[in-house]
Every structure is written in C-alpha cells, then in structure tokens.
C-alpha cells in the first residue's frame, strides 16, 4: 500500500514510506529503485485518474495494479545508489518547455539521480527514435519523455520497452495503458470557453454577432486538439448560444508569426462581427495573436482571447492585458510532481494513470494570488 505524506506527518518526522520502503515488495515490479524515508520535497495532486499502473519488469510492461490507495501524493524522496534518469524534453522551444525542464531536471538531481537529457526535437519523426536506442545505450533505468505525436508512440515504446526494458513516464498527452503527467486538454477547452460565455455575457456580446476563431493545430494530434470542440461545447452550456455558421476553426502553426498571419488574415476575410472570441494552445500562437487584435482596427473591449500555459511569455501578456486571460498550467511546478511519479514507477508501487497539473483561470484583476506583474 502507499501512504499518504502530508507537510504534518513530515514534520512530525513520521516514517510514512511508500511500498515496504525500500522499494517494490515484490521483486518483479519496478526496476530495483529503493526510496529512503529521507523528503526532498511533498506536493499535494491536483487530480488524478485510474486504472492505476505498475511496471511489471519481468514482462517489461506496464499493468493495471493489483491493489493501490484511494489518494496519491507526490513526494520526492532521496534514492539509494546510483540510477540514471532519462529526460527527453520536446525542444525547450519556448518558456513552458524551459521552465519544465528546469524544475525536473533540479528535482530529480536532488533526489539523487543522474540525469540524461534528450532533445526530442518536435516535430521530427526520427529523433525521438534515435534517442530512445541511447537512453538503452547510456542504461537509464526510468525515462521522463515528451513526445507530442501519439502517432510515433507505439514504434517508440517498442525500442525503449520492447528492446531495453526500460519504464516512462508521457508528459502532455494522456496515452491509454500508459501513466502520463500532463494536460486533460478536453478540461482545458472547456474552462476556456465557460470562460468565455461568462466574460461575453458580462460584456453585452450578442452571440449572433460574435465569430469564434479558434486557433488550432493539426500537427499538436487529437489530444491536444480535443480542446476545441469541448470550449465550443462549453460556451454552449454556459449561455451563449453562438451558431455554427460564427464558428471558424483555423490552423496556427507553431510560431507567433504564423499565429499573427493567420488571425490578421481572417480579420481582413470577416469584417461583419461585431464581437470576435479567440482561443489558442499555447502562449506562443497567443503572442502572436495579440498583434494581429491590435493590427485589426476593432474596439478592444469588442473582442476577448484566451490562452493555456501561462508561463513567464504569459504572465507578461496577461499582466499588461494584452491578453484577456490564461489557464494556468503552472509549469514550473512539474519535476514536483513529474519526479515523485517516475520514482514509484521505477520503485514498483502503483501510480495513477493520469496524474494532472491542476487549471486555473487567471486575468489581470486575479494573476497576482500566483505570480507577481513586477
């Protein structure tokens, strides 16, 4: 069983351990990693789901859990000898990226691991590949991987688990059969677009003058764009019935320069509006965007626009209302949970399949109860 650590119980200095303690206690489940009762750092979960997991490493997969605890707390805690722990970071492309791999990277160094870091390069179909035969070559013996494309999984799973026996832990994506830490991105449409009915509704918007331009992304896979369909359904429910012909559904690359050619273009094509809502993926395409809004020669407080992330690129956004709002992402918080995860894998104890970031809108009114506009 796994017991809850809570700050009481540890400063309390009560011995409450996963498993035995010192690992799995059965012999075939995880990798060999024994925890000590030594906290680094305790972190409540924002939410979780099941079936719960175990890596089962006579057979090299992951299987649903004979028996697990009703909660999950992420606690890091000092290893016993020498593991390396496999990071493979989606391109530190933009500040989310950065941030996370900052905060695991330095949990996981004091845990006591060493770290191998990857560079996934997203979108590339072969990297992740490559890097999954030197994770074999370099012995990790747990990989925290962020692949973006649920198309390249199965081929990528079958090097690094099929040829090295080796447990991962997906970041972003949920991915069936699998334990992720990450984005339900369904949850993330629909709190952007309660969002934005609450917001329209406040401001007077007539929904049958009102456009919905959603800037999408093909090339992020359905699990990311799931978001989409759910903020329309959101909007809906909460009050503001926009019809379907006011939908539009727009590709925006990975790049504030695509995002602003693509909103600036459809601003040009849809003079009619009166009231325009903008969701995006990231604060990336919202960088973007903010510039076309300016560039589009509409009243401000016509239109309303929404992002995910909220990273230091989003608070900066959203702090000088160039953008209206943010679901907070908190992604500078991932290695305390993203760790904690990764040692119960490799110790043997079960882990939820889906361990999730908690969301929160924030506006320029309600940032400062997270982070400081300075």
């Not at 994506?173 to 990450?182: K, R, V």
């Amino acid at each position: 069983m796994i017991f809850k650590l809570t700050a009481a119980s540890i400063a309390l200095g009560t011995a409450l351990v996963f498993g035995s303690g010192a690992g799995a206690q059965d012999a075939n489940l995880g990798v060999g990693l024994k925890l000590t009762n030594e906290v680094v750092n305790v972190a409540d979960v924002p939410g979780f789901r099941g079936p719960w997991l175990v890596w089962d490493n006579s057979a090299c997969k992951f299987r649903e859990a004979d028996d697990h605890p009703a909660d999950y707390t992420a606690a890091v805690r000092k290893i016993e000898g020498n593991f390396n722990f496999g990071y493979m970071h989606y391109g530190n492309t933009n500040d989310f990226g950065i941030l996370n791999s900052k905060s695991i990277e330095d949990f996981a160094t004091r845990a006591g691991f060493k770290v191998n870091t990857y560079n996934l390069e997203f979108p590339s179909q072969t990297v992740p590949l490559d890097h999954a035969r030197n994770s074999i070559t370099r012995s990790d013996k747990g990989v925290v991987q962020a692949n973006l494309s649920n198309a390249l999984l199965p081929a990528f799973y079958e090097i690094l688990e099929g040829e090295g026996c080796i447990p991962s832990l997906q970041l972003y994506l949920a991915s069936p059969g699998y334990p992720s830490m990450g984005i339900l991105w369904d949850v993330a449409g629909s709190i952007q677009g309660e969002w934005l009915a609450k917001e329209a509704r406040a401001r007077g918007f007539d929904s049958s003058k009102t456009a919905f331009a959603q800037c999408t992304d093909p090339e992020s896979g359905p699990s990311v764009n799931a978001m989409f369909p759910a903020s329309v359904a959101a909007l809906r429910d909460n009050g503001f019935a926009l019809p379907e012909d006011n939908l539009f559904e727009l590709v925006c690359s990975r790049s504030p320069e695509a995002a602003l050619q693509t909103i600036r273009d459809w601003f040009t094509a849809n003079p009619k509006f009166d009231h325009v809502l903008i969701n995006v993926i990231d604060e990336v395409r919202m960088a973007g965007v903010v510039q076309a809004v300016r560039q589009s020669g509409m009243n401000r407080k016509s239109i309303l626009t929404i992002s995910n992330g909220l990273d230091a690129q989003g608070q900066q956004l959203v702090c000088s209302g160039q953008n209206d709002a943010s679901v907070a992402f908190f992604p500078e918080r991932y290695g305390e949970w993203v760790v904690p995860i990764m040692q119960d894998i490799m110790a043997g104890n079960p882990v939820p399949s889906l361990v999730t970031n908690g969301m929160k809108v924030f506006t320029k009114a309600t940032i400062e109860e997270a982070y400081s506009c300075g």
